[in-house]
């Protein structure tokens, strides 16, 4: 069966009544969406304080490609089966955006019998968050472009505004446009473009904001452009919007409650992209979680080059968060493909191929032990093509490495094929205190903090710019010099070539575009060729999603 006739075949129970069950909360707590989706009230969130954290579970992965690793299916397989073990314990997911759903990707639900569920409305519109925090991007391009109609008081200069508008769906043809056409009654003419919603600073500020009133406060503090002078800047608080924007988003900061197709509470919170924003579910969710389990499973966006690296440098130093172990994700056929593989002989078995493509795990382990100062445990996602003799030589270099390696079976069984690996990371996370170590030094300066990412982390030689790029960075210290930097770059490599597979060394990490996001208190360094607003592919997933007459979708993936 496909994932998508599977999850419509789960024996789903009321949210209301599951909740109350695993975790004691009443439904007054609750803000049900049907009988399967409810938002949990920040007011419960916040009777939590005083209660003991779990331990935290980060999973990430190997560098993406087109035959798939299966982070998400991992994470609630590995949930799924802490819970079996008689343990207590919650995942933490990231909302799926519309545009990989109907674009290349696919949905973001897992896969296979480790799935959360209802899994088509999670895939789709799911509780609104993502239209919530669209609209409340939209609103303040409106006000923008409203106030320099009616007389610009505050002497925004039309040329440096930096606020685009977003849509959640990849549209190529909105990257670059020009707004205002009409006459003057349509306001004035200007070069606008938009970026996918998981794209936009909404989304991470939401997504890294602890209450509603922390939440209006880094609203307020958007720089959406300059003054003629190009230094003084213009706040979303000068316009009066940061107000309507944070009530626009008062319930898009509730966390969502699920269930796994076992029947296991799921948070699903927030969903930038990890290649383009910061890759992570919100801090509010996850600090839920800890307080209400034992143990929490959570997902950082792509390799852990990318997610994992804004998990603990961004997400982890904001908040206080400290986790207690990491899985990194891969497959035999991701690793033949890194070892150059053609995607439609990965079924085939083929061991030189394999121990080549070993080296991109081999360094992904190495970041998150040596750098990230984290105990990691290899699982290796099954799949039925795998070979004896592929998981042998995998498991042997794992152990080369130094590495323990498991062997997962989630996709297939459920919670009970990921039963081995739960025990590994229960004897891991009870031996050990919580805690991380960062990349980079906060005192750093900006270009310095990307460079060592870069060179520690990617294998690069070193980082180049534009002396405009050098001086905005410098510029941008002197207020700002605190922030992490969150780098923009392919997923598909260590390098910003996707094409450059395996774990390549020496090359030079171009920054191209810089944007400050200071509202969600971080630096954007855009790193080669990157779109903050995807496009179609050539055969997009939306022209195999359909619904029938009863309502039944299907092609969903």
């Known amino acids: ?42 007011e419960y969130v916040n009777s939590l304080a005083d209660k003991k954290d779990g331990k935290l579970i980060l999973v990430t992965a190997i560098s993406p490609t087109p035959a798939g690793e299966g982070k998400t299916t991992t994470t ?83 040329r440096r505004i930096q606020w685009k508008r977003v849509v959640d769906m990849n549209d190529r043809a909105l990257r670059k446009i020009i707004i205002g056409l009409g006459g003057i009654g349509n306001g004035y003419s200007r070069e606008d473009g938009y970026d996918i919603v998981v794209a936009s600073e909404v989304m991470a500020i939401l997504c890294l904001a602890t209450s509603r009133a922390d939440l209006k406060e880094r609203l307020g503090r958007i720089v959406i452009g300059y003054k003629a002078d190009g230094k003084t800047p213009i706040y979303a608080s000068d316009l009066k919007a940061h107000g309507a924007m944070a009530a626009l988003l008062k319930d898009a900061i509730k966390p969502n409650l699920v269930q796994t197709l076992e029947n296991n509470i799921a948070i699903i919170h927030g969903g930038p992209f990890a290649n383009i924003a910061h890759g992570c579910n919100t801090v509010t969710a996850t600090k839920t979680a800890l307080k209400l389990a034992d143990y929490v499973v ?29 899985v990194l994700v891969a497959t035999v056929r991701a690793l033949k493909f890194h070892g150059g593989i053609a995607k439609e002989d990965l079924n085939q078995e083929n061991l030189p191929a394999l121990e080549k493509g070993f080296e991109n ?45 498991v062997v997962s079976k989630h996709w297939a069984e459920g919670g009970a094929g990921a039963e081995n690996l739960a025990n590994e990371i229960v004897n891991i996370v009870d031996s050990r205190e919580s805690g991380c170590t960062y990349v980079y030094d906060e005192n750093l300066s900006s270009w310095d903090k990307i460079a060592t990412i870069a060179t520690k982390l990617y294998g690069a030689s070193g980082i180049v710019a534009s002396a405009k790029i050098k001086d905005q960075l410098l510029t941008w210290d002197e207020n700002y010099g605190k922030f992490p930097v969150c780098i923009a770059k392919t997923q598909m490599s260590f390098s910003t070539n996707p094409n450059l597979k395996g774990a390549p060394s020496g090359h030079t990490v171009e920054i191209n575009e810089v944007r400050l996001s200071n509202g969600a208190g971080f630096i954007v360094a855009v790193a080669g060729d990157m779109m903050t607003m995807p496009g179609l592919p050539k055969s997009p997933a939306a022209e195999r999603i359909d619904i029938d007459d009863d309502g039944k979708i299907t092609g969903l993936f």
């Open 298 to 326: 959570t997902e950082a966006g792509f390799g852990a080059d990318l997610g994992a690296e804004k998990f603990i440098d961004i997400k982890c130093r904001m908040s206080g968060l400290k986790p207690s172990a990491v």
């Open 361 to 405: 795990l081999q360094r992904h382990y190495q970041n998150i032990t040596q750098h990230y100062g984290l105990p990691c445990v290899v699982c290796v996602n099954h799949f039925t093509f795998d070979t004896e003799a592929e998981l042998d030589l995998l498991q042997s270099k794992c152990k080369s490495l130094g590495a323990n390696c």
């Open 1 to 42: 069966m496909s994932d998508i006739e599977i999850a419509q075949k789960a024996n789903m129970k009321p949210i209301i009544g599951l909740v109350k069950e695993r975790f004691g909360i009443d439904a007054e707590h609750l803000d049900p969406f049907g009988h399967y989706k409810a938002k949990l009230s920040l």
């Open 76 to 158: 609630v397989g590995l949930g799924d089966a802490l819970n079996r073990i008689g343990k207590k314990a919650i995942m933490c997911l990231r909302e799926p955006s519309l545009g990989p759903c109907f674009g290349v990707k696919g949905g973001a639900a897992g896969g296979g019998y480790a799935q959360v569920v209802p899994m088509e409305d999670i895939n789709l519109h799911f509780t609104g968050d993502f239209h919530a925090i669209g609209v409340a991007h939209n609103l303040l391009a409106a006000l923008i472009d409203n106030h320099i109609t009616q007389g610009n008081a505050l002497g925004i200069d039309p």
